[in-house]
Structure formats: C-alpha cells, structure tokens
C-alpha cells in the first residue's frame, strides 16, 4: 500500500485499517486478471459482472447491507464505505464503479426499506447475485430532482409506472432498480419503489457512451405494473428518502477521487524520479517539486473532509447533507486538479491510451457530475449555513 499513514488518524478503529490493507492487496491479486483480461476494456457489461461477482466472493459487498441481512457491521459504516471506494478507485475506476452502484442502488432498501425488501434483496446484493441501480435523474430533471416528471399510478394493489429516467448507472446489467417518481405534487409528491429488471413495462430505450465506459442507460417505463410491498418507506418519502441516500454516498463519490487523486500522485512521484532532463531527474527540479508538494496537500485536505464527514454520520450518527457535500465537492475538484498535475508531468505520454494518468484523466470527469453536480453542492452548502441555527442538524 502506497501511503497508509492516514489510517492512523482519530477518525478510524482498528478494523478499518486492517480493512483498508486487506483489500488493498486483494485488488493487486485479483483486478488485473479481471480488468487487464484481452477484451475486457471493449466489453464493460462482462467485466462489471465479473467485478461484482469478484466483490461479493472476496467478501467486500457486505460493507453495502447491514449484519442482519449477511452485511459486515450493524449499520451502514461510512468510512468502511469511503476506504473501500478509495482503495479500489487507486487500482481501478472500474473496480470502484462496481461497487459502489452496489452501495448506492441498494442504499434505499437498507436505510429504509420493509424487513421483507430488505431479505429479498440484500442479502443477494451482498453475494454479488443481484446487480443494483439508482434511478433519480430524467432528461429534464437532472440537479433539479423534484422536477421529475415521471409517475406512479396507483393501481388495486401497488402502482403502475410510466415515464423515463436517463444517466442510470448500470443500466442494461442491473436486476433491480431503486426507482423514485411521482404520485403528487412536488418534493413531496415522490415516492421510492423497487423494480426488477424483468418487469414486462421497463424497457432499455438506449445505452450510453462516455469518455469512462461502464454500463449507462435511458430507461422507459410503460405502465410497468409494482406491488405496493415493492415501495420503500411511505408514500410522498421518496425525496428525502433519495437525498438522504445521497448523503451517505456523495462521501464516498469524495473517496473514489481521492483513490483516483492518490494514483495519480504515485504516477507522478515515479515519474518525476525516473524521468532524466537537464542532466538530472524531473524530481530534482524545483518547478516539479512545487507541482508535488501541491498534488499532496489538495490529497490530504480532500481526505481530511471525506473523513470527517464519514466519522460524523457514523460515530456523531448526525445528519451530513453540508459535510458530505463539502466532501464531494472538494475532493472531485481538487483531484481534477491533481490528475491534470500527473498528466503535465508525463508530457507526451500522458495523454496516450493505456498510460494509467490519461485513464485517469478519463475517470475522474464524471465525479464532478453525478451525484450532484458541484454546483449543487455548493447549493446545499449554502441553505444549510442559511438556515436558522436550531433548524440546523
Ligand atoms: N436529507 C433528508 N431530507 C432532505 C435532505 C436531506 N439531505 N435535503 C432536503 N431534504 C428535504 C427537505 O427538508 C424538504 O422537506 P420538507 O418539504 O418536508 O421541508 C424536501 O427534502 C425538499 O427539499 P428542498 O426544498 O431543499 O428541495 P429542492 O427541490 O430545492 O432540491 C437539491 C434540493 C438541489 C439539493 C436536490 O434537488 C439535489 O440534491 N439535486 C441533485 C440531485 C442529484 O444528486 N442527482 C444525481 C442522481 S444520482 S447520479
């Protein structure tokens, strides 16, 4: 492990560390067959199952379910989630994506779901049979959520979906997609359900291509038919129930750029080491030494927020909506910052295919983006500094 220095810090026990190392060396071990594999790269369905079914082997999916329902610890453990992210993301994006569309497309059922939801689900989010996705954003309501259009029809026994949801993460391999829309008015007009990908009314309508490549869809609903036991929480919850979710994960989307972040900087530190100019090494200039001593502070102030924000919900189990978007916004921020650093020390070469700092340079884009884009955390920073000290949680 590159530099662990970190997991001495107060905000950590003595099982993340061991965490934080374990999976470390399972990901040296085990991700390159996976990911380096001939045609893994041109076939991201095959290779995000394989992933995942590698996840839930090694044991690391039961960081996305509570103990009773075969998970790792008693709740939902932030850091655990944030150190797996992290890690992860510094041996591959791919990796981490995997994971973490585990953690966020069940996320919902394990925070509020019925304890049938739950045993129907969980468990097998835990082994790796079920793949999970998270279903919010619409082609006219991306950061602006509660604009959905998107509805729940009820019907004798459940509801009856119609409508569209784009950007969904593992669209086209997930069997099971948390799903949020509309059955009133406004934010308080949404409601969280769960559908399987098998339902007869839930069709794929396009796969999408990014500059990262891994499952990514459109979604059309046409009168899918969902049994009321399928709703997670009560009916009007759904936002919250969505934006709470999104507090506990848009830490971990902080984590992820921080693995992505701490690559880049070992990339750099190589190179600059190995790379001879001058008569000396690109370390030995003051220009390259600055552009390091740069990478490694936005590092550890990135990681200083995440941290915090995830002791706070798990240790304090206070509300986090300001920490954790400080914590994505910083830490996607700064480790585009980061990335771009590695990438100009590498000159020609950073910008070829199959150079680790040009994938990174690829991988690091959509952070910014998904999960609430950093404009909107910057939004939510700010209604929670405006709103009345006792209103604040
Ligand atoms: N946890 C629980 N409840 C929350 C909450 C949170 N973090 N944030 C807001 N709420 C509640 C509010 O208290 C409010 O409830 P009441 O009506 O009972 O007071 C309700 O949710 C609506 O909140 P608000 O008025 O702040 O909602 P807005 O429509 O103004 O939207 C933002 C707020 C912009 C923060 C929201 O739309 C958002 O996060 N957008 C980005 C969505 C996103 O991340 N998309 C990516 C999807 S995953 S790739």
Redesign the pocket.
Known sequence: MADCDFLDWPFFEAFHRELAIELDAWSAATLPAIIDAPGAHENVDDTCRKLVSALGEGGWLKYCAPASYGGARETLDVRSLALIRETLARHSGLADFAFAMQGLGSGAISLFGSEDLKAAYLPRVVTGEKIAA?A??EPDA?????AMSMTLRPTTDGYAADGEKT?ISNGGIADFYTLFARTGEG??GVTAVVIDADNPGLSIAERIDVIAPHPLARLNFEGAQIPASARIGAEGEG??IA??T??VFRTTVGAAALGLARRALDEATDRAVNREMFGSTLANMPIAQERLAEMALDIDASALLIYRSAWIKDVQKR?V?KEAAMAKLYATDRAQTVIDKAVQMFGGLGVKKGVKVEELYRDIRALRI???ASE?QK??IA?QILKKPKEMT
């Not at 991306?142 to 509660?146: I, Q, V």
């Open positions: 998270f919010l954003s991306g950061s602006d959520a509660a950007w934010a308080r936002f919250k934006l709470a999104l507090d509300r909506t998904y999960e609430g909107v939004l939510v209604r």
